[in-house]
């Protein structure tokens, strides 16, 4: 499927080389195959382009971890790619078309206009920065045979591809966004100029670094531009996108504050417990604190099932059997994935919600299971989430939290001191059960995130309200 999208997209990618720069390209090859040159050059170059991918990508997705890219992304990249094409000779012909640059301004000085590092930074800011290299070096490769294949155009591009990606770390706004572009235009307008001037000489250095500081300062507003259109059409989320999906505006935010009051409050103490997590470990605090506030949409239109909602009525729990309860509280992951599904927000929000339990046993209803597990009318893995298991940081961090602050919320009065013990033992649980074996947290970070949730809870349980004992997260 992979390699099948991958020669979809690199013949896709040619196609677009072919027929924006197939004159400048192949008339260097004409000679004895004469006119149908160029078509054997296109299934040739096709089939070049093609191995390179699959190399390239092949062999990133087995070896680095980051890299294990979907169909989806690999589509995405490849519109990228394409997009990045059109945009190159779209400039380019535009200059071109200015008589005055066009005749004080040599033709190849255009490539340091290809806007390569906004393209590296939405790369980076959707996917992940492993990708967005390994993005910068393919379409450097490509975008500079469009170039003509000249070396100071596939070093530029390497160049300032890298240097827009390395800028466009957690980028929670769009200031920030520019502010990166902002950051790229003198590393661009330097190795424009120097590049320029180190294989052609003086004449075009100028003109090489005005395109270059102007290549770096467009990549924050080209990227604020493309990132809207790449989120809704791929289902990616940007931590702009998040920043939005905070507000408590949003109908399923309003929703879950009106239908669900309890849920509401420990979605918003799991973030914050979140949060405090992330930063403690130097995880993405923004991803947290949303995913946090949408992690139990799920248990909207079933308010009253979740202990966090009945401050002060009676159980309904009592008069059901376990393994109706089972199945309603189990049913809560599948439902947020669908709602998150319909409201759009994004793969990293949806991922953190279908995670968040992981495969973990259903406690509260295990004891009343018990007797039907020992006439073996039912069994112990039967009241487990059905998974996946947190395959993040980010999903490990919010696990921890939505079980700590359940924990402690079904405490009465809770000292320091019992917090502290309920903490340590939640985080002990989890990591025991192997809730934890599939994502990248170390020892270290998990200990970081445990006295980071310890200390923040211990300041919130001092003014809490009472929920009843026996909570579900
Ligand atoms: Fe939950
Ligand atoms: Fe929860």
Not at 110 to 139: D, G, H, K, Q
Request: proline content about 5%.
């Amino acid at each position: 499927m992979r390699l099948l999208a991958l020669s979809l997209g690199s013949g896709a990618v040619f196609a677009v080389l072919f027929y924006l720069w197939g004159r400048e390209l192949f008339p260097r090859g004409a000679g004895r195959w004469g006119g149908t040159f160029p078509f054997v050059g296109a299934v040739a170059l096709t089939l070049a382009v093609a191995l390179f991918l699959t190399e390239w990508f092949g062999f990133a997705g087995r070896e680095v971890r980051k890299v294990r890219l979907a169909a989806r992304d690999f589509l995405f990249l490849c519109s990228l790619a394409l997009l990045l094409f059109f945009a190159a000779k779209a400039v380019i012909d535009l200059i071109a078309e200015i008589p005055s640059l066009g005749r004080s301004v040599p033709t190849r000085v255009y490539s340091y206009l290809i806007p390569l590092p906004a393209f590296a930074m939405v790369v980076r800011v959707l996917i992940n920065s492993e990708t967005s290299i390994l993005f910068t070096v393919a379409a450097s490769v490509l975008s500079a045979a469009a170039a003509a294949g000249s070396w100071p155009a596939l070093l530029f591009l390497l160049l300032s591809g890298t240097a827009g990606a390395a800028r466009a770390r957690r980028v929670p706004d769009r200031y920030r966004m520019l502010m990166a572009g902002v950051q790229t235009a003198p590393v661009c307008a330097l190795a424009a100029a120097a590049l320029e001037f180190s294989f052609h000489g003086g004449g075009g250095v100028v003109w090489a670094g005005i395109f270059g500081a102007f290549n770096g300062l467009l990549s924050g507003p080209i990227a604020l531009a493309v990132m809207p259109v790449a989120e809704s059409a791929f289902g990616y989320a940007s931590d702009i996108r998040l920043m939005e999906l905070s507000g408590t505006g949003h109908p399923l935010l309003s929703r879950l504050m009106m239908e669900t009051p309890g849920t509401f409050h420990h979605s918003v103490v799991v973030g914050t417990l979140a949060e405090a997590g992330a930063h403690a470990i130097g995880a993405n605090p923004v991803l947290c604190r949303v995913a946090a506030l949408y992690h139990d949409i799920g248990k909207l239109g079933r308010a009253q099932y979740f202990s966090e909602n009945q401050a002060g009525a009676a159980n309904v729990h009592d008069a059901m059997s376990p393994g109706l309860s089972r199945a309603v509280i189990l049913s809560h992951v599948k439902e947020g994935v669908r709602m998150a599904g319909e409201y759009r927000l994004g793969d990293r929000i949806t991922e953190i919600i279908e995670q968040h339990h992981g495969t973990s046993l259903l406690y509260c209803f295990l004891d009343k299971a018990r007797p039907m597990i020992q006439d073996r009318k039912a069994s112990e893995e039967m009241f487990r989430y059905p998974g996946p298991k947190p395959k993040s940081r980010e999903a490990a961090i919010i696990m921890l939290a939505d079980a700590a602050e359940a924990a402690v919320r079904s405490l009465a009065r809770p000292t320091p001191q019992e917090v502290d013990e309920t903490v340590t033992g939640i985080v002990n649980r989890i990591y025991l059960d192997g809730q934890l074996n599939e994502c990248d947290l170390t020892l270290r970070e998990l200990h970081a995130v445990g006295r980071a949730i310890r200390q923040v809870l211990t300041a919130v349980a001092h003014a809490r309200v009472d929920y009843p004992a026996g909570a579900s997260n």
